[in-house]
């Protein structure tokens, strides 16, 4: 099905936004620290019109129906329709001066959903760059992916940082996105041509709100409590007092946070420096602490990373925001074909992507 299938007419303006990987930083990011995530080539796309229909029109090819709407409330049941009411909801509220325009809406996507790779930021930011365009607003990218996250975290209700909505807002693919959270400085960093990055999909859907995502956002806001700071990322290993925080799990879920804020700097240096060793360590330090201080991994997930390691990969961890989805590995390019090779006798063709 095409735009002119559904609405008959054509569209007037596109945009897109692509998927991420997260190289390694993981529930850094609204803990005021940093992240090092990469553009994924699957992408979000949005196409529009103008209607004289009085209401909104959006069609989803993924979920193959359309929804209409006139108000931006949002669903009782937690619908594909929220995200886009919300980014309308935010878009109108930031431009008050824009009259209520009704829309058709084309929805198509190439990411796979629940997998932890941010297909729902990408929407949001595929949506408001296409309004952006629309309405000649003449936003940044930066007030695009700030907006966005404004989506999720007010409208939706994922208690996430700005990570997602940066990257798939302003990254570009094959350069690693180094991002300080807190200041939104970021650095654009060439991904060694020698190094390969793979995704497998553990096939273990993820869902935030049903998860322990945000149990584990109000754990680390515990820990912040507990030592007096108001961001973890604030804090150095060699400062990270254990004694302050009297709650064992509490203790676990802060020392993953301080011990992945440091391993992102490293990993930034080693991608300079071109180390795929130092990279590859850290990779596999950062899913330990993610798997036994976070308790953020799966016994499927586990075994991945524990296949990939013996098949060849430098490093491999889980990433995204835990509880399922994809694992991403770094392989040298000269060993990715014998890396390949074993992976493919436990898992099918279909679930390993290129980065």
């Given at each position: 099905?095409?735009?002119?299938?559904?609405?008959?007419?054509?569209?007037?303006?596109?945009?897109?936004?692509?998927?991420?990987?997260?190289?390694?930083?993981?529930?850094?990011?609204?803990?005021?620290?940093?992240?090092?995530?990469?553009?994924?080539?699957?992408?979000?796309?949005?196409?529009?019109?103008?209607?004289?229909n009085k209401q909104y029109q959006v069609?989803?090819?993924?979920?193959?129906?359309?929804?209409?709407?006139?108000?931006?409330?949002?669903?009782?049941?937690?619908?594909w329709i929220d995200y886009v009411k919300?980014?309308?909801?935010?878009?109108?509220?930031?431009?008050?001066?824009?009259?209520?325009?009704?829309?058709?809406?084309?929805?198509?996507?190439t990411i796979p959903m629940g997998r932890?790779?941010?297909?729902?930021?990408?929407?949001?930011?595929?949506?408001?760059?296409?309004?952006?365009?629309?309405?000649?607003?003449?936003?940044?990218?930066?007030?695009?992916?700030?907006?966005?996250?404004?989506?999720?975290?007010?409208?939706?209700?994922?208690?996430?940082?700005?990570?997602?909505?940066?990257?798939?807002?302003?990254?570009?693919?094959?350069?690693?996105?180094?991002?300080?959270?807190?200041?939104?400085?970021?650095?654009?960093?060439?991904?060694?041509?020698?190094?390969?990055?793979?995704?497998?999909?553990?096939?273990?859907?993820?869902?935030?709100?049903?998860?322990?995502?945000?149990?584990?956002?109000?754990?680390?806001?515990?820990?912040?409590?507990?030592?007096?700071?108001?961001?973890?990322?604030?804090?150095?290993?060699?400062?990270?007092?254990?004694?302050?925080?009297?709650?064992?799990?509490?203790?676990?879920?802060?020392?993953?946070?301080?011990?992945?804020?440091?391993?992102?700097?490293?990993?930034?240096?080693?991608?300079?420096?071109?180390?795929?060793?130092?990279?590859?360590?850290?990779?596999?330090?950062?899913?330990?602490?993610?798997?036994?201080?976070?308790?953020?991994?799966?016994?499927?997930?586990?075994?991945?990373?524990?296949?990939?390691?013996?098949?060849?990969?430098?490093?491999?961890?889980?990433?995204?925001?835990?509880?399922?989805?994809?694992?991403?590995?770094?392989?040298?390019?000269?060993?990715?074909?014998?890396?390949?090779?074993?992976?493919?006798?436990?898992?099918?063709?279909?679930?390993?992507?290129?980065?």
């Amino acid at each position: 099905m095409s735009f002119k299938d559904i609405f008959h007419i054509d569209y007037s303006v596109i945009n897109s936004a692509h998927a991420r990987v997260n190289l390694i930083g993981e529930h850094t990011d609204y803990t005021g620290g940093y992240v090092l995530p990469s553009l994924l080539n699957f992408k979000t796309t949005i196409q529009i019109s103008k209607n004289q229909n009085k209401q909104y029109q959006v069609y989803s090819e993924h979920f193959t129906e359309q929804k209409n709407f006139t108000d931006f409330l949002k669903s009782t049941n937690n619908e594909w329709i929220d995200y886009v009411k919300g980014c309308l909801f935010v878009f109108y509220d930031e431009n008050k001066h824009i009259p209520n325009t009704h829309l058709n809406m084309f929805i198509s996507s190439t990411i796979p959903m629940g997998r932890g790779i941010s297909s729902s930021s990408a929407l949001c930011v595929a949506i408001l760059k296409t309004l952006n365009d629309f309405f000649n607003t003449q936003y940044s990218e930066k007030h695009i992916a700030i907006l966005a996250q404004k989506v999720e975290r007010d409208y939706i209700g994922v208690s996430g940082g700005i990570m997602d909505q940066m990257v798939s807002s302003i990254g570009i693919h094959r350069k690693a996105f180094f991002l300080d959270c807190l200041s939104l400085k970021f650095e654009l960093i060439d991904i060694p041509e020698e190094w390969g990055f793979y995704l497998v999909d553990s096939a273990v859907q993820r869902n935030l709100r049903d998860s322990a995502y945000n149990e584990r956002y109000n754990q680390l806001k515990k820990a912040e409590e507990f030592l007096g700071v108001e961001y973890l990322g604030s804090i150095k290993p060699k400062q990270f007092d254990e004694n302050k925080i009297n709650d064992k799990l509490i203790l676990k879920r802060a020392k993953h946070v301080v011990s992945e804020n440091e391993r992102v700097i490293q990993a930034k240096q080693s991608i300079l420096k071109k180390d795929i060793k130092i990279f590859g360590k850290l990779m596999n330090e950062s899913h330990q602490s993610y798997a036994r201080d976070f308790d953020a991994s799966t016994r499927d997930v586990d075994l991945i990373v524990d296949r990939s390691i013996a098949s060849g990969a430098e490093g491999a961890r889980l990433t995204g925001g835990g509880f399922g989805g994809f694992t991403v590995s770094l392989i040298n390019k000269n060993f990715i074909q014998e890396w390949k090779k074993n992976m493919l006798k436990f898992y099918d063709s279909k679930n390993i992507f290129e980065v």
